[in-house]
């Protein structure tokens, strides 16, 4: 499966390019009145948001860093998050390890969940 790649402070995260509709600018994003920021939501307000992503079938925009690239991660590859974590971040699906970095894996359904 593919996902957009953004990083903010230290850390990677995956956003299943599947689910993604439309990337905008974030100045031109304002049209939509479901918006989820995603440095808000992991209390990291210091990160600047770069991109907008329109989710397909759910009227929602996702605010994040900039998106730096495309990859493929393998579903054989995709960890998933300890119990105790768990239950912090339910709206990651699992992780990965790409190129020695780690990549946490947006599940789009769980953070419109999260968010109502």
């Given at each position: 499966m593919n996902y957009f790649i953004c990083s903010f402070d230290k850390s990677l995260?995956?956003?299943p390019s599947a689910?993604?509709?439309?990337?905008?600018?974030?100045e031109s994003s304002s049209e939509i009145k479901k918006q989820v920021s995603i440095p808000a939501l992991f209390k990291l307000?210091?990160?600047?948001?770069?991109h907008a992503l329109i989710l397909k079938?759910?009227?929602?925009?996702?605010?994040?860093?900039?998106?730096?690239?495309?990859?493929?991660v393998q579903e054989d590859s995709i960890k998933t998050l300890p119990?105790?974590?768990?239950h912090r971040f339910n709206c990651i699906q699992g992780l990965a390890f790409v190129k020695d970095d780690l990549?946490?894996?947006?599940?789009?359904?769980?953070l419109l969940e999260v968010v109502k």
């Open positions: 995260l995956g956003i689910k993604i509709e439309k990337i905008l600018s974030f307000n210091d990160s600047k948001i770069v079938e759910k009227d929602a925009l996702v605010l994040c860093p900039k998106i730096e690239v495309e990859i493929d119990v105790l974590l768990s990549v946490l894996l947006l599940d789009t359904d769980k």
